[in-house]
């Protein structure tokens, strides 16, 4: 009999008793041993206190710690395979190292500084070796996908919760075909929890042999995300942009985010250019950051819509008293 | 008259000179000429009596082991008279690195968290982990030539203190949603002789926003302001050596804190005073 929680969203031994909030997790009573005593052999451990966040990227039932405290928006992360999307997120960590504010707020902590440490460790020089980019992120890998938090404190000293969705390119580029798939469903849950995008398109993949493919499945996965994406802001990153691509490629591109999506703005980054110091190489990135964030406050503070006053009855024409 | 003890919790990894200032604020305390000073001598003072010894030889004191956990309660009174008793404990630094690496608090942790009212928290940047990175360093090579299997590697201090401090929240029942007041918080920056400072004059607090600029972010974003200090603190005035005992050194006339307006002082109850008194 395998040993754990009969409950199938809760992982005591990873993050603690969820349920019943037991100290012990042994002493739940929907705890499962496995019979066979040897549980029992580490009980001398059980008096610790297991944390409720393992620091990894977070999964949908561990981000319950986090939803507790406040509503996070969730910034969906969208684009094919190796388009930079892990390189972009290293290398927003990275910078916010350095220079912890954005417009939107400071830094103010994050549950996952090992998810976030992961990914920013390829980006990092460690004595004799040279920065790389993220190793490719596939569904069938260990490294889960997962969601990256953090929290910033805006300048009225409101603490907001951010997630980004850290998840592999293959998700997006099934979606992008077929909403239903079943083996994309993260890019569904992606489309429907996130407050804003940023949406990566591939300048390598644009000035290569195949950009007539890359520009059909950046279409494909345009229009699907057009399709729900109503107001939600949407910012366009250039990634690799150190790659030149041909001016009518780029028209063309631009002329399709034009005629498909409402809320959006063009950035462009790099991650690494050769032979350059480059002291805005992260700019790109927490400008998109920012910009997103703010957009985001805009469409929900948006004022409200009162429709036209109906005169002709005195019960809908009343708008309160006029102060 | 009964004095109900203050428990402060003091954190610090192995190496970053709790040992050193607890026996160098305990001959402080004794000399009562400090803002803080003892009472009445404490009753017990033997976990320092191995660290008094060598100090006075001029020699550093050894790795407190890992798993010990001791305490000395010292009857302290400030210049104002004002009465306190202290609870201020020794212990193997590696316990906290542990808190943050095996993510398990142990129940005596949870405990002394739990009754702790202030928190003074030893860091000693120089030997914190930091990692130069792609952004700040040119790129010379082609990025096809990178092995990225790098996998065991260790956080960089700016991640460790920041989850360290949350993992101390949680267990603190303390939310970050406003800014945090209880528990008061005072930052060391230990070892300050061994920094290289550009600028003589630096405040410790603006060192460390130089130095782990995110880590001070998440301070300053979470603390009430009144509620931190950051002071830089040379519990010995300089480095000492096992090898080379300098034997004219003497304790008491060693040592310095950096208060957080940039000035130094030799009295080295200062952060404590000013964490007691954030704390009551």
Redesign the interface.
């Known amino acids: 009999m395998a040993q754990g929680c009969k409950h199938s969203n809760c992982w005591p031994e990873d993050t603690g008793c969820n349920i019943e909030g037991e100290a012990d997790y042994r002493q739940c009573k929907y705890w499962q041993s496995s019979g066979d005593g040897k549980d029992e052999s580490v009980s001398n451990?059980t008096?610790?206190?297991?944390?409720?966040w393992?620091?990894n990227s977070l999964g949908t039932t561990d981000l319950f710690f986090v939803a507790g405290?406040?509503q996070p928006l969730v910034i969906g992360v969208v684009g094919a395979q190796s388009a930079g999307k892990t390189t972009f997120l290293s290398?927003l960590y990275?910078?916010?190292?350095?220079?912890?504010?954005l417009t939107t707020g400071?830094?103010?902590?994050?549950?996952t500084?090992?998810g976030?440490?992961n990914i920013?460790?390829?980006?990092?020089?460690?004595g004799n070796?040279?920065?790389?980019?993220?190793?490719h992120t596939t569904s069938e890998q260990s490294r889960i996908p997962g969601l990256l938090h953090v929290?910033?404190?805006n300048p009225k000293?409101q603490?907001r919760d951010i997630l980004f969705t850290d998840a592999p390119g293959e998700w997006f580029s099934r979606w992008a075909v077929d909403k239903h798939d079943p083996t994309a469903k993260g890019a569904d849950w992606v489309d429907h929890f996130a407050s804003g995008f940023l949406f990566f398109v591939d300048s390598e993949a644009f000035a290569g042999n195949q950009r007539g493919i890359a520009r059909s499945d950046l279409q494909n996965l345009l229009h699907q995300l057009s399709a729900t994406v109503r107001n939600r802001p949407v910012a366009v990153i250039w990634a690799k942009s150190d790659v030149a691509i041909a001016e009518a490629i780029r028209r063309r591109l631009q002329t399709d985010f034009q005629s498909t999506l409402k809320n959006y703005k063009e950035f462009a980054v790099f991650?690494?250019?050769?032979?350059?110091?480059?002291e805005n190489?992260?700019e790109g990135v927490s400008d998109s950051v920012e910009w997103v964030l703010e957009s985001v406050e805009t469409v929900r503070n948006a004022a409200i819509r009162i429709p036209p006053v109906l005169d002709s009855d005195a019960f809908l024409a009343y708008r309160g008293r006029e102060l | 008259m009964t004095n109900t003890a203050k428990t402060l919790l003091v954190v610090g990894r192995q190496e970053t000179g709790k040992t050193h200032y607890g026996v160098q604020l305990l001959g402080r305390l004794r000399q009562r000429s400090g803002k803080l000073s003892v009472r009445e001598n404490p009753e017990s003072i033997a976990i320092f009596e191995e660290g008094l010894r060598v100090l006075s030889q001029g020699m550093p004191a050894d790795h407190t082991p890992t798993t010990s956990y001791d305490s000395v309660r010292f009857p302290l009174q400030f210049q104002h008279g004002q009465t306190i008793d202290l609870v201020w404990p020794d212990y193997g630094g590696e316990q906290i690195s542990n808190l943050v690496e095996q993510r398990r608090l142990p129940t005596a942790w949870q405990q002394r968290v739990l009754e702790s009212s202030g928190w003074l928290l030893f860091i000693r940047l120089e030997h914190n982990i930091e990692y130069p990175d792609a952004q700040s360093r040119p790129a010379t090579l082609d990025s096809q030539q990178v092995e990225p299997q790098i996998t065991n590697f260790q956080w960089s201090a700016n991640a460790f203190y920041t989850e360290l401090l949350q993992i101390l929240l949680y267990a603190k029942s303390t939310g970050t949603l406003s800014r945090v007041k209880n528990p008061s918080l005072v930052i060391l920056l230990s070892c300050w002789d061994e920094i290289k400072l550009e600028n003589e004059s630096t405040k410790p607090f603006e060192l460390l926003s130089q130095r782990m600029p995110l880590f001070a972010e998440f301070i300053k974003s979470n603390w009430v302001q009144h509620n931190v200090a950051v002071f830089g603190l040379s519990s010995t005035g300089k480095a000492l050596s096992k090898k080379t005992p300098d034997y004219d050194y003497i304790p008491e006339d060693e040592g310095y804190v950096v208060l957080p307006d940039g000035s130094k002082s030799s009295d080295l109850t200062l952060p404590l005073s000013e964490l007691i008194e954030q704390a009551i």
């Open positions: 451990q008096a610790d206190q297991i944390l409720p393992h620091g405290r406040s290398s990275l910078s916010l190292n350095k220079t912890p504010q400071s830094f103010a902590g994050s549950y500084l090992g976030w440490e920013a460790h390829y980006l990092r020089w460690d070796r040279y920065p790389g980019f993220p190793p929290a910033f404190r000293g603490l991650a690494a250019p050769k032979d350059t110091m480059a190489r992260g």
